[in-house]
């Protein structure tokens, strides 16, 4: 968040503030710390912070509208812009779906309150998502609702779907076997964003009916106006975990002894320091750099085991990974724009790359970036089947395949920082 000239957020601007009420000053405060910057311009925080004394009311449903805007469906899970139960069912199946195979366990369900998963049904859990076969020997659903924790029944776990309000769901990883913590810990932030998206979603539809109404009170607009922010901040918060804890589990699920994926993502992001690329262009590829591997969390483990040579089936499964991957993001929209630099990371410059044959600058330079970090990276490494190079010998490796498969600027950016970091 950049500040206005006096040196303070610029939410935080007294001089537009509602009959100079101190509770507005705190939701300026509260507003800019909450958004994540790249959301926020400085046109938008001056709408939101500006009014007209002469009409409160219309003031605070401006700023519910501008708050609205910010989340719209394609900042947070699609689940938000689904039109019908059928629809948004299909997106919990498919979720489910690629929980089951990434994390290699029997089955996975996904339940959702009655009242959120707009059903006729009497019953009070819905299940709107599953993925293969398996029965737990004890049923923890409504304990894990009432109490909100994780509940384990032999192998299986129960994670509740909440946010900081309520429990809306639980989700069930059903497996014969324990279930890497990793895995949990992942699930878990996967439940706190679809529980934050529901309820952002509820609360954007109460608004619309306040606003909708003429006799609605300024106190009611004010604290539909503090859940907003309050849960557009959450969400934020919850995505940043997210991609944190996938990319943990990706790293332990490839073998790596180091976080691979992490120190890619900060290799990356010093590139694009050197090359000064603005920021948010940099914060995107720190992202897709921290999510490059995704699709190797749905590949068997077994295979990142072998250290003899793999069989043709073996290497498709492993050169497919990537498509896995990014199917599982486009069903979390806040995270589309990093899909082109991990899609195209596999490309070389000379035109002999996969998927699309894409040569020289025709390929995103974020992928470009991403893979000679990621090369780099893994060179300098232990890996099951060799040990890591020394920093001189790897570079010199990257600077022999200069033109072939690295861009040269990208390398030669490269070498700068590593020369910093000596």
């Given at each position: 968040?950049?500040?206005n000239e006096?040196?303070?957020?610029?939410?935080?601007q007294?001089?537009?503030?509602?009959?100079d009420?101190?509770?507005?000053?705190?939701?300026?405060?509260?507003?800019?710390?909450?958004?994540?910057?790249h959301?926020?311009s400085?046109?938008?925080?001056?709408?939101?912070?500006?009014?007209?004394?002469?009409?409160?009311?219309?003031?605070?449903?401006?700023?519910i509208?501008?708050?609205?805007?910010i989340?719209?469906?394609?900042?947070?899970?699609?689940?938000?812009?689904m039109?019908?139960?059928?629809?948004?069912?299909?997106?919990?199946?498919?979720?489910?779906?690629?929980?089951e195979?990434?994390?290699?366990?029997?089955?996975?369900?996904i339940y959702?309150?009655?009242?959120?998963?707009?059903?006729n049904?009497?019953?009070?859990?819905?299940?709107?998502?599953?993925?293969?076969?398996?029965?737990?020997e004890?049923?923890?659903?409504k304990e894990v609702?009432?109490?909100?924790?994780?509940?384990?029944?032999?192998?299986?776990?129960?994670?509740p779907?909440?946010?900081?309000?309520?429990?809306?769901?639980?989700?069930?990883?059903?497996?014969?076997?324990?279930?890497?913590?990793?895995y949990?810990?992942?699930?878990?932030?996967i439940?706190?964003?679809?529980?934050?998206?529901?309820?952002?979603?509820?609360?954007?539809?109460?608004?619309?009916?306040?606003?909708?109404?003429?006799?609605?009170?300024?106190r009611?607009?004010?604290?539909?106006?503090?859940?907003l922010?309050?849960l557009?901040?959450?969400?934020?918060?919850?995505?940043?975990?997210f991609?944190?804890?996938?990319?943990?589990?990706?790293?332990?699920?490839?073998?790596?002894?180091?976080?691979?994926?992490?120190?890619?993502?900060?290799l990356?992001?010093?590139?694009c320091?050197?090359?000064?690329?603005?920021?948010?262009?940099?914060?995107?590829?720190?992202?897709?750099g921290?999510?490059?591997?995704?699709?190797?969390?749905?590949?068997?483990e077994?295979?990142?085991?072998t250290?003899?040579?793999?069989?043709?089936?073996?290497?498709?499964?492993i050169?497919a990974?990537?498509?896995?991957?990014?199917?599982?993001?486009?069903?979390?929209n806040?995270?589309?724009?990093?899909?082109?630099?991990?899609?195209?990371?596999?490309?070389?410059?000379?035109?002999?790359?996969?998927?699309?044959?894409?040569?020289?600058?025709?390929?995103?330079?974020?992928?470009r970036?991403?893979?000679?970090?990621?090369?780099?990276?893994?060179?300098?490494?232990?890996?099951?089947?060799?040990?890591?190079?020394?920093?001189?010998?790897?570079?010199?490796?990257?600077?022999?395949?200069?033109?072939?498969?690295?861009d040269?600027?990208?390398?030669?950016?490269?070498?700068?920082?590593?020369?910093?970091?000596?």
């Amino acid at each position: 968040m950049k500040n206005n000239e006096n040196g303070v957020s610029l939410f935080s601007q007294s001089e537009f503030l509602i009959d100079d009420n101190p509770m507005e000053e705190l939701f300026a405060l509260n507003l800019g710390d909450f958004l994540s910057e790249h959301l926020i311009s400085a046109e938008l925080a001056q709408k939101i912070g500006s009014h007209d004394k002469t009409n409160k009311r219309s003031r605070l449903i401006e700023q519910i509208k501008e708050l609205t805007s910010i989340y719209s469906s394609n900042k947070t899970l699609s689940l938000l812009s689904m039109a019908s139960k059928e629809e948004e069912n299909a997106i919990y199946a498919s979720i489910a779906a690629t929980i089951e195979k990434m994390f290699e366990i029997k089955a996975c369900k996904i339940y959702l309150l009655n009242e959120f998963a707009k059903s006729n049904s009497n019953r009070k859990l819905i299940l709107v998502g599953k993925s293969g076969r398996f029965t737990v020997e004890k049923d923890l659903t409504k304990e894990v609702v009432l109490n909100g924790k994780n509940a384990k029944c032999k192998s299986s776990v129960f994670v509740p779907m909440k946010n900081n309000l309520r429990t809306i769901g639980v989700i069930l990883l059903a497996n014969d076997k324990p279930i890497a913590k990793e895995y949990v810990s992942l699930t878990e932030t996967i439940a706190k964003l679809f529980a934050t998206s529901l309820a952002l979603q509820a609360e954007m539809d109460y608004s619309d009916a306040l606003i909708a109404d003429e006799f609605s009170a300024e106190r009611e607009l004010k604290t539909v106006r503090g859940e907003l922010t309050a849960l557009i901040g959450d969400l934020c918060d919850y995505q940043q975990e997210f991609v944190e804890k996938l990319a943990t589990a990706v790293d332990m699920k490839g073998q790596y002894k180091v976080a691979h994926s992490q120190n890619t993502a900060n290799l990356a992001r010093m590139i694009c320091k050197q090359l000064k690329l603005n920021e948010k262009t940099t914060d995107l590829i720190y992202y897709a750099g921290l999510l490059q591997n995704i699709g190797k969390i749905a590949v068997p483990e077994k295979l990142f085991n072998t250290k003899g040579k793999l069989s043709a089936k073996e290497l498709k499964k492993i050169h497919a990974h990537s498509n896995v991957g990014v199917h599982f993001l486009m069903n979390i929209n806040f995270l589309s724009e990093v899909v082109p630099y991990i899609t195209y990371r596999t490309e070389r410059v000379d035109g002999s790359g996969e998927p699309e044959g894409l040569k020289g600058q025709s390929i995103p330079l974020g992928s470009r970036i991403i893979a000679a970090a990621d090369a780099f990276s893994a060179l300098t490494s232990d890996r099951p089947f060799r040990k890591a190079l020394p920093v001189d010998k790897a570079l010199s490796i990257m600077k022999d395949e200069v033109d072939k498969k690295w861009d040269v600027v990208v390398v030669n950016a490269l070498a700068e920082v590593v020369k910093q970091q000596a």
